[in-house]
Structures are given as structure tokens and as C-alpha cells.
């Protein structure tokens, strides 16, 4: 009976979430049908929120573990801009598709070992991974600003640009790519071992140590893929805008934790949803475009973003009393 | 020696005094202009903003808590104050316009304790939530342009200097602000040494449940370090506003990580119930002091965020390593 009840009280936050999904969606078809509901329009918001969607897939991993990442945006800019670097000195818009590859993988490469020394301060020196993190971002920005010597690198190879701007059957290839990233999420959170693993060390870590669970490679291996997706968002940022700067995108660290914690995932770790995820981040796009189609100042996205969040913690809060009200009756 | 000798050579904020003290040598050695009364003032006034907030930070900090939307408060007041007081009281005086801040300040900041003291919802989350509700309010509501018919009161406060000194080249100024963060920061450390609401805090700190048990009030104590830290920082959004000569709704925000991570240096522990005010503003002397002085060593000044994030990083480990040493001693 338990049991029920917690998967009843876990499920709720996704039904809320829905609720406010389609009542966007309702909105939007009263006020702007003939705008909202258009190829051209969807297809802009696809483009615009995979960036934003794959540093939340990073925040999410890390808040089930019961931590905070704050350097997401840092690592992304640090390895867009290693990237761009190794392009923009080898031929620039000229360059081959062989330096293209290369540059992402440096990329990738770069991303790995941000994910690596968070992982270190955070599991062999113990500090709280807020503090931690709140240090790698300062030093990943800090890097990108050293390489760039604080201006922009502009001008990509066609080959690059086609991450973020290039189509497959009309979808954009980001929308493709976030898809894909949060079915192997999704797959990778509820599916595998190592996934089950990361739910119980983020409810307790001390009860997961003494079942046997190597607490230290979970930390690892959840940082790790972290800094790699990371790096996936930071060369689609570029790649879109055709130009990589380190300050671009500083607010979305603290957005992809609001977005992650909108999707479900619980502040202090163990619980989350790569459904629940989407739902949040195509809810909160939708929330922005539908503004920007009504010609609402566009500060009201944080008004409305920041409202939402306490709104559903707060609703989450008297929920569970009532539940306990309602268990202690049963019991009397 | 003695056992206070041993205590206080032992303690955190001794071994911070004793780092900041070979770095201002290193840096006095590589160019002497560091030692002199004009960049000492000018150290001292940068520290103004970054240490009064860190004062406000680090009392929600021993509470155990965090708190990210102090920035968006101290510009919410900011504008709020420079826009209104500006078109219709433009000649009022400078004290009155500080208290409207702290006002407001302090209004915001019970509006973030009812979530986290009352409904007890996590105040990170809480607080990254209300940053977005304050700045969309703020830049909706009050204006997204900046604004440069601040009242003169205002303009006349970002000339008041305590002391003024012949120097080699021109005038060196220590400005006034320098006395409020002086006055602001031993306030503090009355409040959280010798009051029972500051011994409170500290014991909420260490343990929300056994501070309940002895009778405590924790949500009003919760209450207040929240409240406390709104007012802080409604009263530097309208000296900040001063020292610019105009109020610019952008300022400010994502500055927040700056401060926190000063206030860290300094001691107060994530978890709560530790921290002093004499280590905290050596965090913040520490930071101001390689972020000013980058430009003196002739290091290119991009690399003052990759600095600071070493810095950040060096010292977490250091305390980390000074702490656990200190269990293995017990």
C-alpha cells in the first residue's frame, strides 16, 4: 500500500507538469492559432531548446545524485570554444571535414575532463559538489576567456554549422540529437544497473556504500557523462550562432537546474524522470515562444519560469502533508 | 606557548591572514606601486559592495541555507528606489533612500523565508525560483532601461570621502563606504557572537532538529537571517546605484557566485552552524585583492575568472584538508 502511494505521490509532479503543458498548449491555440500552430514555428522552437535540453540532462544526473552542478555552462563554453580554436587555425570557413571531426572530438575530449576533475574534487577530496562546481565554472569560463582573449571566433566550416542549423525530413538535427539523448536517458536511468545505482547512492549514500556499491565510480561515471553532454550542447550553441564566446549563455546554468528541478528531479537526490525532463523543457519553450509570438516583454518568460518553479514546490509540500494526514487516520 | 596563542594560531582565520599576508608581499615585491596609500584605498573601496553582501550571505550560510537571489533583490531595490525617488523626491537625503532599500530589501527577503523557513522547501531551489520572480518582476514592472536621474543625493554620496591624501599622482581617496562596510561588519560579529539571536543562528546551523528540541524558534530565526540578508542587500543595490551614477536594471545579477564563493574561502561550511565575520571579510579581501591586483602584475586581465576559479578551487581543499587533520587530532 506504500508503495502505491509513493508511486501515486511521484507521479502526481508529472501529472501537474502536464496539466500545465496543456493548458499552455490551449492558450496558445485561443490566442495565436494562426502563428503557434506552423511548421516554421515549430520548427524554430526544435532549433532553439536542445542547447538548454542537454545541459539539463547534465544538471538532472547530478542533482539524482544528490549534488549541484553548477559548472554546466562552463564546460559546454570552455569546449565549444577548444573547438572553434582548432578550426578557426586551421583554415577557418575553408576547413575540411577532417578538422571538423577532430574539432569535436577535441570537444568531446575537453568536455570528458571537466567532467573527470569535478569528479575528483567531489569524490576523493569530499567537497560539497556546490563548491566544487561553483569553482570549475569560474575556471572552465575563465579558460574560454584566456583562449579567446575574451572576444568572439566566428566564421565555422558549412560542415560544422550543419550541427545546429542543418535538417533531416524538415526536423532540425539538435531536436534529433536531444531526442535521441534523452531515450538513452531514459533508457539508461530505469534499464541498466549503473542507473539504479545512481538513484540509490543519491538517496543515501552511506546505505549504498554498505551494499556493496563502489560510491566513488557511481560519482565518476555521472560527472563523466556529464561533461561529455555537456560539450554536445556547448558545439550546438556555436554551431547555431556561428560564433563561440565565452560569456554566451551564462544564465543557463542556473536555467538547466529550473528546468531539471521543474522536470521532476528531487533537490535532495534519488528521484527523477527523463520523461519528465522533456516535458518540462518543451513546456517552458513553448511558454517563451508563445510569448514572444504575443509581443509580451520578454522578461516575463522569468516572471512566469521562476513562479512555476516555487508554484510546484510548494503544491509538492502540501500534498505530502495531506498524504500523511490521510496514512496516520488509516493507522488510528 | 599558551593555549589562546595555540587556538588562535591554529584557527581558520589566522591561516587566511597568513596567506593574504605572503601574497600582498609577492605582490609588493613584483611592483611596489602595490604598497602604496593610493592602491590601498583603492582596494579597500572595492571591497565595499562584494564584503557588505558577503556579511548578509554568510549569516544565511551559518543558518545552514543558501541563498541565490540577493542580487536580484539588491537591483529590485535599486531601481525600484532610483527610478521613483528620482521623478518625485529628487532631492532626498541619502540616509533615507539607504532604509527604503533596506525596506524592500528586507520585504523580499521574508518573501523567500515564508518557502524556506515556513514551508520548508529546499532554499537553493526556492531561492533560484524568487531570483527569476524578482528580476521579471523588477524589468517588467519597473523598467528594463537604465536610469540616470538618480536623486543627487545620491551622486553626492560617490563623492564623500573619509580621507583624502596628497599622493605622487593627484589625490588618493578612501571613500565612505569603506567606514559603513568597517561599522556593517562589526555589527555583524556583535550580533552573531554576543546576542542570543546570533548564538541561535549558529545552533540552527549545526542541527535544525536539536535546536527545535531546546525550545528554539527556528522558522522566526530562519525568518530573520533571510530577512536580514534581503535588507543587506537592498541597502547595497542603492549604494551600488551611487557608486555608478545611474541604476542599470542588468547590473549586478550573476554576481551572486562571486560573493558566495568569498564567503566561502572564508569558513562557513555547506552544512552549517560555522563562520566568523574576521574570515569572511579575509575571503573577500582575498579575492578583491587578486582580482585588482592582476592588472599591477602585468597579467593579461583575462585571466581573472580562471584565477579566481584556482583560487576557489585551492581553497576548498585547503579546508577540507585543514578539517579532516583536525578530526584525526581530536
Known sequence: MERIKSVLFKDKHQTRLFCAFALVLILMAILVPDKFFTVRNFQSMATQFPELGFLTIAAALVLITGGIDLSVCGTAVLSGIVAARIMDSNGSSEAGLGVVVGAVAAALLVGLCCGVLNAILVARFGIAPMLATLGTYNLYVGLGIVITEGSAISKFPETFLAIGNGKVLGIPVPALLFVLAIAILGWFLSRTKLGYKLFVFGTNSTASYYSGIHNTKVLFTTYVVGGIVCSLAGLIMFSRTNSAKADFGSSYGLQALLVALLGGVGASGGSGKASGLLLSIITLQFISSGFNLLHVSSFMKDLIWGALLVLIMVLNVVDFKKLRRKTKKAAA | MNSTMKKIVKSNEFFMFAIILVMFCIFGIINPAFFSVANLFDLSRSMVETGILALGVQVVMISGGIDLSFMAIAVFA???????MGMYWNDAPFILLVLMGAVIGLVLGLFNSLFIAKFKLPPFIVTLGTTNIFKGLCLVFIGSRQINNIPASMIDFSKTNLISVQAEQGMANLHIGVLILVVLALLTSYMLNKTRLGRSIYCVGGSEASAQRVGLNTVAILAFCYAFLGAIAGMTGVMHASFQRMSNPFDMIGGELTVIAAVTIGGPRVGGGYGSTAGTML????????????????????????????????????????????????
Do not use: E
Open chain 2, 78 to 84: 535599486m531601481h525600484t528606489v532610483s527610478k521613483y
Open chain 2, 283 to 330: 575571503g573577500v579581501l582575498l579575492l578583491t585583492m587578486i582580482n585588482n591586483s592582476l592588472v599591477m602584475l602585468k597579467i593579461p586581465t583575462f585571466w581573472q575568472l580562471a584565477v579566481t576559479g584556482m583560487i576557489i578551487i585551492l581553497g576548498t581543499i585547503m579546508q577540507i584538508y585543514r578539517y579532516k587533520r583536525s578530526l584525526k587530532n581530536a
